[in-house]
């Protein structure tokens, strides 16, 4: 009963933080878009990588007819399988100035910048089909503009959201898994156990983080699943640091005595006694190490060594489009900044609100 009602005194403090139940609820939004993005992207090609040339870098709004000319190619596309992961096979989207119909052939004229003259090319299409051009000309509107390579830089953004989270969620469990079993055993249990966890956790913590996942992404390759890991493998010092800590502070409690009386396994008195009456750091560590873990696959895939081409990334984005800070379109950069840095700090400032909730002196 006591455990209910500090709960509900805890939930009633994060309700009068206004920033924590606002990043909470952005947390939320951004999550609803990471999972359902090839629904809500205008490109849903697998990894929103259809790509425009003569239509690239261009501003937020441009809007420009499309060709699109329907793919050939047979697929078993399921439904959920295009809904969660894109289509494999979209159709061909070219940009045109001008189109026609003619005889079961469409005569059209690309699109060229700067003023050009596009070249005037022809199409066939199947006699079965309207014989119009109402199924083949879309007018399409890129409302965060077009990439160096002529992609929808607003579908980059919501694919790329999918990275950030899987990160964070990814890199956390990892943290926790690793950091709640070494920081217990070093706490619970000490002696010659406790001197040698924290040596490694002493050699882990004098190695610089970005270093050492660079490192552990190189011996382990480069790809999505090893950057996951290696940003995982690095975050659990912090994590065994506050266990270890809080452990021995309340290893002597008169709890932890009396289920020791009873008989109570290690493990047990650990698992059902000790660790949920010290969640509250634990809670608010994730919350950070969640947010450091976003901070550091951006700098990876700026590097160069995290999620790779032709994968959308925040990070990646950025690395692409740097040089275009100085160059008249700092938007093609900022934008990405900008997603990193709303996420980050919506963790941050739910983390505080979490530290002041769940503090019981308070």
Not at 236 to 246: D, F, H, P, S
Not at 313 to 318: F, L, R, T
Request: glycine share 8%; hydrophobic share 50%.
């Amino acid at each position: 009963m006591q455990k209910q009602g500090l709960t509900t005194l805890a939930l009633q403090k994060f309700k009068k933080s206004l920033w924590g139940v606002f990043s909470f609820w952005f947390i939320i939004f951004l999550a609803f878009i990471s999972v359902f993005a090839y629904v809500l992207a205008p490109d849903n090609s697998q990894y929103a990588n259809q790509m425009h040339l003569p239509i690239h870098s261009k501003q937020p709004g441009f809007t420009i007819d499309m060709l699109i000319i329907p793919n050939n190619l047979s697929t078993n596309q399921s439904f959920l399988n295009r809904m969660f992961f894109g289509a494999t096979n979209p159709p061909s989207e070219i940009p045109i100035t001008s189109s026609k119909f003619e005889l079961h052939q469409i005569k059209y004229t690309e699109y060229a910048s700067e003023g050009l003259q596009g070249l005037e090319k022809t199409v066939e299409i199947p006699e079965n089909l309207e014989t119009s051009l109402r199924p083949f000309i879309a007018q399409k509107t890129f409302y965060f503009g077009t990439d160096n390579y002529g992609r929808d830089l607003l579908s980059r953004i919501l694919v790329g959201a999918r990275i950030s989270f899987s990160i964070g969620f990814v890199a956390v469990f990892i943290s926790l898994l690793i950091g709640i079993i070494l920081g217990g055993i070093a706490g619970y249990f000490g002696g010659k156990w406790d001197k040698f966890i924290m040596w490694i956790i002493n050699v882990t913590w004098s190695i610089p983080t970005l270093l050492l996942v660079i490192a552990i992404t190189l011996a382990l390759g480069k790809g999505f699943w090893q950057v996951f890991i290696a940003v995982g493998l690095t975050m659990w010092v912090e994590v065994a640091r506050i266990v270890r800590g809080q452990i021995m502070s309340v290893k002597e409690m008169q709890y932890v005595t009396a289920a020791r009386a009873l008989g109570y396994t290690d493990f047990r008195i650990i698992s059902k006694h000790i660790l949920p009456n010290i969640l509250a750091p634990i809670i608010v560590i994730s919350a950070a190490n969640f947010a450091a873990a976003i901070l550091i696959e951006s700098g990876l895939s700026f590097l160069g060594i995290g999620a790779q081409p032709p994968m959308s990334s925040w990070g990646a984005m950025i690395k692409d489009h740097y040089n275009y800070i100085i160059l008249g379109k700092p938007y093609l950069a900022l934008i990405p900044g900008l997603c990193i840095m709303s996420l980050v700090m919506a963790f941050m400032l739910i983390g505080n609100s979490l530290r002041d909730a769940l503090d019981v002196k308070a």
